[in-house]
């Protein structure tokens, strides 16, 4: 079976997110200089990580046209306008 774009997008997030949640354990167990500022920037890519993979799924369905799980589930419901009524 092929793999879209968005699978390996997500498949290579998981894979490093487990990598940085290893090497946060790593960096707070051990004890060097400038392991404060290690610790610091795994947990910054923990966040920013996801953040990045939303913006690339987002940016995928906008280029190709196509939903995506970033898409608002809920129709955009427009307001009728007051010459109309």
Request: hydrophobic residues 45%; proline residues 8%; glycine residues 4%.
């Amino acid at each position: 079976m092929k793999k879209k774009p968005k699978q390996i997008a997500a498949i290579i997030c998981i894979i490093l997110l487990i990598l940085l949640y290893i090497a946060t354990l790593v960096v707070s167990l051990l004890d060097f200089p400038g392991s404060d500022r290690l610790f610091a920037a795994c947990l910054m890519a923990t966040v920013g990580l996801p953040i990045l993979l939303w913006i690339y799924i987002w940016l995928y369905g906008k280029y190709t046209s196509r939903p995506t799980m970033t898409d608002s589930p809920f129709p955009s419901q427009e307001k009728p306008s007051d010459k109309e009524k």
